[in-house]
């Protein structure tokens, strides 16, 4: 059914026209709108087809605030899994009124200036993008309950650099067209300047205009005149060529649209310095906040709907903590009038040493920096993570993780890795292949998720908690439980010709704990699984030992630690095909436009940058990042995005330091400060850990000392 395509819950009907329907839905306890097109097999379901997947890369095309956001990518719809009957997406749910129900009386000149420039931003972020909209109108765009308007519906969209199609004239809709809509025409950007034009022009008189002669209100100030005018030219050569153009001349008239337009937060705070920053639990039920705001007292129950106290601007800082080692924090300004907090350390290689702390009972963060030299701490990679207590993979980390110079668990698939060893620490994409010896045999493997090629030997096949399906269901309490349907977190059943290995770690060593013949082993039953077929594993027996060989054609006995990270930030940025950060993580962190705080990793020469962009998602203008915004603002640092890694993020991003400028007891903690433990059942309360954070199972440590 529907819900289960998409993952998500409480699905209810709210608008439909034609062959669409939007659905509110709850998607881990959050509101989304469903968008989905009911069409049968047939001639049209082509066209169908082609226009929502248009309308998705779109949306996935372009960042904006003044654009609905794209938050899952098209499905399609299949009766019994064969017969095709629609398709379906997510998209922002939007509050507030659509523009159509709002114009049967003149507006105000400043409400139709801000109008103006909301959609000249909207139209200016597709522009940029090589894109038309082609179907500029009054219900195709929101005003919100904050007072900003939102573009909707890119369904008629073009991408420019694309064949048009022939009959692209015929687009649109009656009252909202540009001259160039007519057979024969060229719609460009113009085009959609036209007919934010007719729009503006209809807020302003309550009327749709009379071309060539369209008169305003005597009491439209003079230049918002002129503009609407320009606007309005039969010729799209007088107009303005796009909506940054456009843009441009509204900036050169802060007296019209300065004051009026200023749908900022109310004066903010001033900036506090890292060093005055404080956050501390008063009892169980109150969370002081200190820094040049003064002292806020936060209800620990609040923050489960409210993170606003936690968008704190900072002043910029940096300092050496240890040789080779420097902490700089920041604040960095984003459109509409949103913010991330940078924290960044810019470790040298040759002078401080960096590895991996990881451990099957889990840890928090700054308790890493009681052991000995260990100076800061970030956030490790990417683990598996249920609220099902009582069923936990042997193995939390996703992939490929090495510790103490054993590799633990191999990879499903080909993924970016953070590797030490003797000659320093790297960052390489490494594989899912290798050789592993079973007792004194030598046997070929290759990942799960990874397809063959004719000349990969006949060998073992690797599973691991990568390939289990996180899922989320509603509680009355919470927003939301993780867990894992049990009966299929299984390997697949294959007849009698294969035999699954489930190979568990005792002491410091791998093991055979059991044999399956036929498949079908739990994938939490050791740190990951290996199938063979009947006659290549006959022999094998419980308790011999394994070894693994090489992994990525890198030797393992030149691996002291490491373990898998997230794709480049660059990759992330232009919507590739992920595979292996979805089903296991329960949502996949890279769908466009979704805002996260994210945890960094480059290494330059011996130069190794952690970085966390920070945020909090109930907040309304400190939700992290976009993988857009997160490219732009490496860029911007003069990275390339390319060789910048996520390596994780969302309630995880944080680190972790002593402070060298005053007590040496003294630790530094910061990013996702709002983190709070839920209760579990239907009643209990909230607990803030915000110092804590999320009990880990890998984290990158850096210790004094080359």
Not at 60 to 84: C, H, I, K, T, W
Not at 255 to 271: H, N, R, V
Not at 298 to 318: G, H, T
Request: proline share 7%; hydrophobic share 40%.
């Amino acid at each position: 059914d529907l819900g289960t395509a998409l993952g998500v819950t409480e699905l209810v009907p709210l608008a439909q026209g034609g062959q669409k329907f939007v659905l509110r839905a709850l998607r881990q306890g959050r509101p989304v709108a469903v968008k989905a097109m009911l069409v049968p097999p047939g001639p049209l379901y082509a066209a169908a087809l082609e226009r929502a997947r248009r309308e998705t890369r779109v949306l996935a095309a372009v960042d904006s605030p003044r654009v609905v956001r794209l938050l899952g990518g098209m499905r399609e719809l299949r009766y019994q899994g064969v017969l095709p009957y629609g398709l379906a997406w997510i998209e922002e749910l939007l509050d507030g009124t659509d523009v159509e129900q709002l114009l049967g009386s003149p507006w105000q000149p400043a409400e139709a200036s801000r109008l103006l420039v909301h959609l000249a931003e909207a139209i200016a972020a597709l522009h940029t993008a090589g894109i038309v909209h082609r179907d500029l109108n009054p219900g195709n765009v929101r005003r919100r309950a904050d007072g900003g308007y939102c573009l909707m519906d890119p369904g008629l969209a073009h991408f420019l650099a694309e064949e048009d199609p022939a009959d692209a004239h015929c687009i649109g809709t009656v009252g909202y067209l540009s001259p160039e809509h007519a057979p024969g025409g060229a719609i460009g950007p113009p085009s959609d300047v036209y007919c934010l034009g007719i729009l503006v022009y209809q807020a302003l008189t309550a009327k749709l205009p009379t071309p060539p002669e369209a008169a305003l209100l005597a009491d439209t100030p003079a230049a918002l005149a002129r503009i609407v005018e320009r606007c309005l030219r039969q010729n799209p050569a007088e107009r303005f060529a796009d909506g940054t153009e456009l843009l441009a001349e509204l900036a050169r008239h802060p007296e019209l649209f300065g004051s009026t337009l200023d749908d900022g937060p109310a004066p903010e705070d001033p900036p506090t310095a890292v060093e005055h920053l404080g956050y501390a639990l008063r009892g169980e039920e109150t969370v002081e906040l200190r820094g040049a705001f003064g002292t806020r007292q936060v209800a620990v129950e609040s923050i489960a709907k409210d993170q606003e106290p936690f968008a704190i601007r900072l002043r910029p800082r940096e300092l050496e903590i240890a040789p080779g080692v420097t902490f700089a924090a920041r604040t960095i300004e984003l459109d509409d009038h949103r913010f991330t907090n940078l924290y960044e350390l810019v470790v040298d290689t040759r002078r401080a040493r960096v590895g991996v702390s990881s451990g099957d009972e889990g840890f928090h963060l700054p308790h890493l920096l009681a052991e000995p030299s260990v100076v800061a701490a970030v956030n490790g990679s990417f683990s598996f993570i249920s609220d099902d207590s009582g069923y936990q993979p042997e193995e939390f980390c996703l992939d490929f993780c090495a510790r103490d110079g054993m590799t633990v668990s191999l990879p499903t698939v080909a993924k970016p890795a953070f590797i030490a060893g003797p000659g320093g620490v790297r960052l390489r994409e490494l594989d899912a292949r290798g050789v592993l010896r079973i007792g004194d045999r030598r046997f070929d493997w290759i990942g799960s998720k990874v397809p063959p090629r004719p000349e990969d030997a006949p060998g073992l096949v690797v599973y691991g908690a990568a390939n289990c399906r996180v899922e989320y269901s509603e509680a009355e309490h919470v927003a939301l439980l993780r867990g894992v349907d049990r009966p299929a977190n299984r390997t697949p059943a294959d007849g009698a010709d294969v035999i699954d290995l489930v190979i568990t770690r005792r002491g410091g060593r791998l093991v055979v704990e059991s044999l399956h013949p036929g498949g079908d082993a739990d994938l939490f039953e050791g740190s990951f699984v290996l199938r063979g077929r009947a006659g290549t594993v006959d022999g094998v027996r419980a308790g011999d030992e394994v070894e693994i060989q090489s992994i990525g054609g890198v030797a393992a006995s030149g691996i002291e630690s490491g373990f898998s990270i997230g794709p480049s930030v660059a990759a992330a940025a232009r919507g590739e095909r992920l595979d292996g950060y979805d089903e296991s993580l329960g949502l996949s962190p890279f769908l466009p436009g979704a805002r996260y705080a994210r945890t960094l990793i480059s290494l330059t020469d011996d130069v190794l940058r952690l970085r966390v962009l920070d945020g909090a998602p109930l907040t309304r203008r400190f939700q992290g990042v976009s993988c857009s915004e997160t490219a732009r603002l490496v860029e911007a640092d003069g990275l390339d995005p390319e060789t910048v890694h996520h390596l994780d993020g969302g309630q995880s991003a944080k680190l972790a330091f002593h402070r060298p400028d005053g007590d040496e007891s003294a630790v530094v903690v910061l990013g996702s400060m709002h983190y709070l433990l839920w209760p579990k059942q239907e009643a209990g309360t909230f607990l803030w850990r915000g110092r804590e954070g999320r009990l880990l199972r890998s984290a990158l440590t850096i210790r004094a000392g080359g």
